[in-house]
């Protein structure tokens, strides 16, 4: 099969850029011949202040994009296109493209970008779907992409018009979501459910199971205000044991946190900054449990089942996909999302018990082998292809372009 892979890099890599590259490699150890189509969020650099307008208006309908791509899918003559992102360098016009040539596309829902501007469902501190239940403007009015009236406004009417165009209906064969939570999140957002099928992502090379019981609590994950490290420091605040604690990961937030651990005297807490993979696997390994303190609508989360493969159990906030794939007292622990006393609590008690975390690990790590290896991942991932390709109707190929090309 030949299978060309769509996806544009962030400014700053994450769990997305890490699933695609993945996959990538999945496919040609399969023995399929990959071709890729990859931009970069970097080259939003070069469009400055006003000029970003400009470039956000492209994200709407980026005809020089889709011209690009149809002469590669002529060029190519893929059997299937497998979305990652399009966000912002790309834009939806190439599923106008791939529709006109025949070619059927899967898209991978890694974030919640068609249902809110921010691709989040977060606003002030908490879950927001105001975007689900009223309209698109609530965003706007709340200046929820970059703070910004008008940048917002932009993505929201990126938004609208793929929507009155039923771009997502009728140009996409199938979407996936990683989890049934995120799933559900979509439906509820006007999604066809006949088109959005669960793939969870995979851990691949297997780390394999730590040896040891591990010797600090850690955190890995970017240190944006949703991932809410705070609530981390909080607990360890009011912790009794002196429970060693390593945070890994970058961000602007980095030297606000370090300045409150020291404040607080929180000795035993490492920030380490931003570490290459395989380092931050290796510290994964050495821990006694990792901690997901999110309290946003994590559409997945990578870094868990990182953990699963390293035998390391989970506590995690008790919301959305977090609680689906962290199984309370099997594979981990769940506490209130934000409630740092609730946290020190199962700190506390899982430090205490290394006997049932040692067995919540062994859990965790057959929860791994049963559901997130590369070769449980293949055969489904191949389903979604031929079930795209099978089910593919060529029909209108031209909807719309001269009117969309308005936007650009």
């Not at 791939?98 to 991978?108: D, H, I, L, M, N």
């Amino acid at each position: 099969m030949k299978i060309l892979l769509v996806h544009c890099q962030y400014h700053n890599p994450g769990g997305e850029d890490v699933v695609f590259e993945k996959e990538r490699q999945l496919l040609e150890r399969a023995g399929h011949q990959v071709v890729v189509y990859h931009r970069s969020n970097f080259e939003v650099g070069a469009y400055p202040g006003v000029k970003r307008l400009v470039l956000l208006q492209k994200a709407i309908w980026n005809g020089d994009t889709r011209d690009s791509f149809a002469e590669l899918l002529r060029a190519e003559k893929p059997d299937v296109v497998h979305v990652h992102n399009t966000w912002i360098m790309i834009s939806p016009s190439i599923y106008s493209a791939c529709r006109e040539a025949g070619v059927p596309v899967v898209q991978t829902l890694h974030n919640y970008r068609l249902l809110c501007a921010p691709g989040t469902l977060f606003r002030d501190g908490k879950v927001c779907e105001d975007c689900l239940e009223h309209s698109l403007w609530r965003g706007v009015r709340n200046r929820c992409y970059r703070d910004s009236y008008a940048e917002t406004a932009a993505v929201s009417l990126m938004l609208a018009v793929h929507r009155t165009r039923q771009t997502w209906d009728r140009e996409l064969a199938s979407f996936i979501a990683p989890t049934e939570f995120a799933r559900s999140r979509f439906l509820k957002g006007g999604l066809p459910a006949h088109q959005v099928v669960v793939k969870p992502h995979f851990v691949d090379p297997d780390p394999g199971a730590r040896a040891g019981d591990g010797s600090y609590a850690v955190f890995a994950g970017r240190l944006s205000p949703e991932k809410r490290v705070s609530t981390l420091l909080e607990a360890w605040t009011g912790l009794r044991n002196r429970i060693p604690l390593v945070v890994i990961g970058g961000g602007e937030p980095l030297d606000r946190l370090k300045q409150r651990a020291i404040t607080d005297n929180l000795d035993m807490i490492e920030f380490t900054g931003s570490l290459p993979h395989d380092q931050t696997m290796a510290t994964i390994r050495g821990a006694r449990f990792l901690i997901v303190a999110s309290e946003w609508y994590e559409t997945f989360g990578l870094t868990m089942i990182e953990a699963f493969a390293c035998g390391v159990p989970v506590i995690c906030s008790r919301i959305g996909a977090m609680k689906e794939i962290v199984e309370d007292g099997r594979t981990g622990l769940h506490f209130a999302p934000g409630d740092g006393r609730d946290l020190a609590e199962k700190l506390e008690w899982a430090w205490n018990h290394p006997e049932r975390m040692r067995q919540m690990g062994r859990e965790a790590r057959q929860e791994y082998e049963r559901k997130y290896t590369a070769e449980k991942n293949y055969p489904l991932l191949m389903q979604i292809y031929e079930r795209a390709i099978a089910g593919h109707n060529v029909e209108s190929p031209e909807l719309d372009r001269d009117r969309l090309e308005e936007f650009a």
